[in-house]
């Protein structure tokens, strides 16, 4: 299989989220990806609500390792959405009970 990348614009808390959301709603169609997997990036959070309600996507998400002390804004929302949570940091299990600490991954 040849990888495809799809250019998205980056939108954390704005209006624009909601585009974001048919953006990856397009995406998922065309594409039909049976896994969601991101390491830590925003844009994640549309295609995770998308995938999992509309294509049945299972979801992985890592923590970013530069969070070693507090969570992410997209972690804090990926620990809902994601089907699997891992986390890099033993710092951050009070905030992830239910994230897998696997130190460094990536």
Not at 62 to 68: A, C, F, G, N, P
Request: proline content about 6%; some cysteine.
């Amino acid at each position: 299989m040849l990888p495809r990348t799809k250019f998205i614009k980056h939108s954390s808390r704005d209006f624009f989220f909601l585009i974001k959301l048919i953006e990856a709603f397009f995406i998922l169609r065309r594409e039909r990806p049976s896994i969601i997997f991101s390491t830590g990036a925003s844009p994640v959070v549309p295609f995770a609500l998308v995938g999992r309600l509309f294509f049945n996507c299972k979801v992985i998400f890592i923590e970013s390792i530069t969070r070693v002390v507090k969570p992410s804004l997209t972690g804090r929302i990926m620990y809902w959405l994601a089907h699997d949570f891992y986390y890099q940091s033993k710092d951050l299990v009070n905030y992830f009970p239910k994230g897998r600490y696997k130190g460094q991954i990536i």
